[in-house]
């Protein structure tokens, strides 16, 4: 029913910020909990933010608080990602999901049925 695009990765050095969008398209005027994840080589996907359909709800992973905020343009079909104080550590491929909303938000990937091919974020020294 959704189909999900990110966009906006790319090179950047340590201590620099970087954009991410996830673009909906389908059926967008339906109500979904959105979240992002990433992957590094050799490293198990992780939870990085996710936002509840009506904005109320809001989880950050303990490593990215207060570098990372995740946002909704509801007009655009959009999610963004604003990551500054970029680290090395923060190289992967992140990806953006999206889910039915419940009576709660998920951090958990197994969760989300919707996924975007992910974009690429390295982060250099």
């Known amino acids: 029913q959704v189909q999900l695009v990110e966009s906006g990765g790319g090179l950047v050095q340590a201590g620099g910020s970087l954009r991410l969008s996830c673009a909906a398209s389908?059926?967008?005027?339906?109500?979904?909990?959105m979240g992002w994840f990433r992957q590094a080589p050799g490293k198990e996907r992780e939870f990085v933010a996710a936002i509840s359909w009506n904005t109320d709800i809001i989880y950050y992973a303990d490593s990215v608080k207060g570098r990372f905020t995740i946002s909704t343009d509801a007009a655009r079909n959009t999610v963004y990602l604003q990551m500054s104080s970029l680290k090395p550590e923060d190289t992967a491929v992140y990806s953006c999901?999206?889910?039915?909303?419940?009576?709660?938000?998920?951090?958990?990937?197994?969760?989300?049925?919707?996924w975007g091919q992910g974009t690429q974020v390295t982060v250099s020294s």
């Open positions: 389908g059926r967008t005027f339906g109500s979904y909990d």
């Open positions: 999901a999206a889910r039915e909303p419940e009576y709660r938000l998920y951090r958990e990937a197994r969760r989300y049925r919707y």
